[in-house]
């Protein structure tokens, strides 16, 4: 008799738990197990976890919140909880009477983490949430979000399998700036340059049905790339001591025939043909491109170095761009070399190679 009222009694604390009911927290609110310290989250981990955070959402669909833990692993002493990596359980209910708890592990693709919280600990959080991503698959997925002074930096999509009898992994992604809209995410990479750029990698889900290819983790190629600037473009781009700069903000505001003749020096403009020809590495006119795309761009210190008559005050600066086209013309790529000129603190394009 003792037996079955120790397992009624656990039973109804961990029922407790999972419907928030006598612990009186907001469904909408994460909480944890010190705010709780009648409940030991810690012994439904696995071996060396400790629980950060426990939200409540219907990651099923089931109608039923379920309980969401994320826990810290891998921990070393001295070191606690922050910087170390996370990964995630999902606790649900089935419909027996005394209802059974089932676990289920979230996989992350290529044995990675969920979030890591590399910023100071007030600026760092780990967040799971129900988004409707997928548009192939019926009801919203189950995302976790590590976010770093308020942008998400990690994203990892999960949706709820009932013939695997799981939570599918199906998407996987890292990066410096990450935003996610329906089908689409966008990725931004800081690069390793002088001149503060980032690449921009727009991802589709295929089928709207996941953003992986494999079982790995592997994901598909992005669809569309360029370089941008992940901080805002400066006020004055003329200004900035690089010439590749000025080179990109030239094709980011291609489009604007008002103004973008303020990039070149006397008389270049023109004599480009106001890039109605394709000097500039768009075949079709001017007038008629919709976006230019730049994918890579190389400062060209070797060529300059060779040729005497090149100072410091001018440089070649190579673009490797996509032409986008506003009546449907299939894209174009190109390489162009541009020479830049400075004078007056002004870098200002001169002409081609």
């Known amino acids: 008799m003792g037996e079955v009222l120790m397992r009624q009694t656990i039973t109804c604390m961990l029922l407790a738990l999972l419907l928030c009911l006598p612990l009186g927290c907001n469904p909408a609110e994460p909480y944890t197990g010190d705010r709780n310290p009648s409940v030991e989250f810690d012994i439904h981990l696995p071996e060396y976890g400790k629980s950060d955070e426990a939200f ?7 109608g039923k919140q379920e309980q969401v833990i994320l826990y810290r692993y891998d921990l070393s002493p001295g070191i606690g909880l922050h910087g170390a990596p996370t990964k995630a359980i999902v606790y649900q209910l089935d419909d027996e009477m005394p209802p059974n708890i089932h676990a289920y592990e979230l996989p992350v693709p290529g044995q990675d983490y969920l979030c890591e919280c590399e910023c100071v600990p007030t600026a760092c959080r780990c967040i799971p949430a129900l988004q409707d991503i997928l548009s192939g ?15 998400t930096v990690g994203l990892t999509i999960f949706h709820w399998d009932a013939a695997e009898d799981g939570y599918q992994p199906k998407g996987h992604f890292l990066g410096h700036r990450i935003e996610v809209v329906t089908d689409t995410v966008t990725v931004e990479d800081r690069q390793a340059s002088r001149a503060q750029l980032a690449m921009r990698q727009s991802y589709h889900a295929d089928g709207g049905l996941a953003f992986l290819l494999d079982d790995q983790g592997t994901l598909v190629t992005p669809t569309q790339y360029e370089l941008v600037f992940p901080h805002g473009e400066p006020e004055d781009i003329t200004l900035s001591p690089y010439p590749e700069k000025i080179v990109l903000a030239f094709y980011q ?12 020096a006397d008389e270049t403009w023109e004599g480009l043909g106001q890039c109605d020809t394709n000097l500039c590495g768009c075949t079709g006119p001017h007038a008629g491109v919709a976006h230019v795309r730049v994918t890579g761009l190389q400062l060209e210190w070797e060529a300059i ?17 996509v032409c986008e086209y506003s009546d449907g013309t299939p894209e174009n790529g190109a390489f162009v070399r541009w020479r830049l000129v400075r004078a007056a603190d002004r870098w200002q394009i001169s002409g081609t190679e």
């Open 137 to 151: 698959l019926a009801g919203p997925e189950l995302v976790v979000s590590d976010r770093c002074a308020g942008e």
């Open 253 to 264: 505001h291609y489009t604007d025939t008002a103004n973008v003749s303020a990039y070149f």
């Open 56 to 62: 409540h959402l219907d990651a099923n669909g089931d």
């Open 305 to 321: 170095n060779k040729d005497r008559s090149l100072g410091p005050d001018q440089a070649t600066v190579g673009a490797a761009l």
